[in-house]
């Protein structure tokens, strides 16, 4: 049963234009959600992450919205550039330690 | 980066043989995560640990099995490996319910 689920197995945006990565999840548990980037043969490294106290969390290019009502997080990307090709993972923890994540999404960005 | 150094990098076993990778941490951090990375997956969460000696399950347990003697190692073993434990093995760390940093990964080969 995947808990966390991203849709959208690839994305390709051009060069300057906005990203967006959805994330959806069903355990209503969760209070704590974390977005991550992986280029390949490296481990995942943290991008930004939110609260469940929160709507809204913004770190520069990065903004990460959540829709609780709708299990839902997204992540924007503003502008695109061609270092941000790479694999993004959501995650989600609540209730214990356990970090769950999801599927991940290839993101190419065009120049 | 928490100071996380996975051995070995890369190990090609045969079926049926023990393996074991080492995760070892640097920055006294409470929680430690074993991932595997497999297509069309993302990061599928098979043991984790909240203090030495305390360990438990995650999603995809069968078949491993995990150790911490001491804060800064955590030990998975493969009692008797597959092909279908062929994977890219990542170890995390977290010190409390924050992001988790991730180490390089083990590619595992069974054949």
């Known amino acids: 049963d995947q808990q966390v689920k991203q849709n959208s197995p690839s994305l390709s945006v051009q060069e300057g234009r906005i990203s967006i990565l959805n994330c959806d999840y069903t355990n209503s548990m969760f209070d704590y959600f974390l977005w991550y980037k992986k280029y390949p043969a490296e481990g995942p490294t943290f991008l930004i992450s939110i609260s469940s106290i929160k709507d809204k969390n913004e770190d520069g290019r990065f903004t990460v919205f959540l829709n609780k009502s709708a299990k839902h997080l997204s992540l924007h990307i503003v502008p695109s550039q061609p270092g941000d090709s790479a694999v993004y993972f959501c995650a989600a923890s609540g209730g214990n330690e356990k970090l769950t994540f999801g599927t991940g999404t290839r993101l190419t960005i065009i120049p | 980066d928490a100071g996380i150094t996975q051995s070995p990098r890369h190990k090609v076993t045969e079926t049926g043989t023990p393996v074991t990778l080492r995760c070892h941490q640097t920055e006294n951090h409470r929680y430690m995560y074993w991932y595997r990375q497999d297509p069309g997956h993302g990061l599928r969460l098979i043991h984790y640990?909240?203090?030495?000696?305390?360990?438990d399950k995650g999603e995809v347990s069968d078949g491993y099995s995990v150790s911490r003697s001491k804060t800064e190692d955590f030990l998975l073993t493969l009692e008797s490996a597959t092909s279908s434990q062929t994977s890219v093995y990542f170890c995390?760390?977290?010190?409390?319910?924050?992001?988790?940093?991730f180490g390089q990964g083990t590619r595992l080969t069974v054949v």
């Open positions: 995390a760390t977290r010190q409390d319910i924050t992001e988790a940093f």
């Open positions: 640990s909240y203090g030495v000696k305390d360990t």
